[in-house]
């Protein structure tokens, strides 16, 4: 775990609240995230984590409350897009394009959205692969690599545009089993490199171990809250000891 610094948040939500349809999915949430912090969002399909996570990374915009991102008010849509380029994504699918190469897939966005030179994107391209631990695999392409594999280059893909902020929504779930701790080992690296991360995930060891703050959601609102030890030994709200329960369990 990294040690937080106290300065302000540098993600503030404030009375967020959600809907999709007649179905309300965040009820009036107050949450904010600290630079360098590892925040972690568990609870069961359904709960309103993800929904959290998409309106802080910018890609869903919340009905009522305010959110600052990067002293960004998201909730003002003429200014959210001022957040793109700081903050990257890491979602459960890859979405690599399958005719490019590793090493082009992250260049790919380098060249198209920040017009850097393709010499200069490469050498950043290679030093973000490097990172996830890719670098001998540049020059394959996505069916030449594992699921994992993929992941990182996702991975690597979101790092080389030097965001602020990493948003990881279930970047472990399309995995086989076997291949995750591949990825996770990259996260908490990134953890211990001091990168403010928010993540939404079923893997209960990489909370436990990697996260500064645990946040367990039910049915729209944050049920409980606290540091990993507190929420997964000594949980102090029923609902989260019957979800442990069942996740640990299981």
């Not at 904010?32 to 910018?58: F, Q």
């Not at 993540?199 to 039910?218: I, Q, S, Y």
């Amino acid at each position: 775990m990294t040690s937080v610094t106290t300065s302000k948040p540098i993600i503030n939500l404030t009375g967020v609240s959600k809907s999709f349809g007649a179905t309300q999915v965040l009820k009036e949430i107050n949450l904010d995230v600290r630079p360098g912090e590892v925040l972690v969002l568990i609870g069961a399909s359904g709960s309103g984590k993800s929904t959290v996570l998409r309106i802080m990374s910018g890609l869903e915009t919340a009905d009522a409350g305010e959110v600052w991102v990067n002293e960004v008010p998201l909730h003002d849509a003429r200014r959210a897009k001022e957040i793109r380029g700081h903050v990257g994504m890491v979602f459960q699918q890859f979405n690599l394009f399958p005719h490019k190469s590793a090493l082009g897939n992250v260049t790919l966005a380098l060249i198209k959205a920040r017009k850097m030179s393709a010499a200069d994107a490469r050498k950043r391209a290679m030093d973000a692969l490097d990172r996830v631990g890719l670098a001998d695999r540049a020059e394959h392409y996505p069916s030449q690599l594992s699921g994992g594999q993929q992941q990182r280059v996702a991975i690597a893909r979101a790092l080389a545009v030097e965001p602020g902020i990493m948003f990881f929504d279930e970047a472990t779930s399309a995995l086989d089993p076997e291949l995750v701790g591949e990825v996770t080992e990259v996260m908490r690296g990134l953890a211990r490199d001091g990168m403010t991360m928010v993540v939404v995930t079923h893997e209960m060891g990489f909370a436990r171990k990697t996260a500064d703050r645990v946040v367990f959601m039910d049915k729209g609102v944050i049920a409980e809250q606290g540091a990993p030890e507190q929420i997964f030994v000594n949980p102090q709200n029923e609902r989260t000891r019957q979800f442990l329960h069942r996740v640990l369990d299981h």
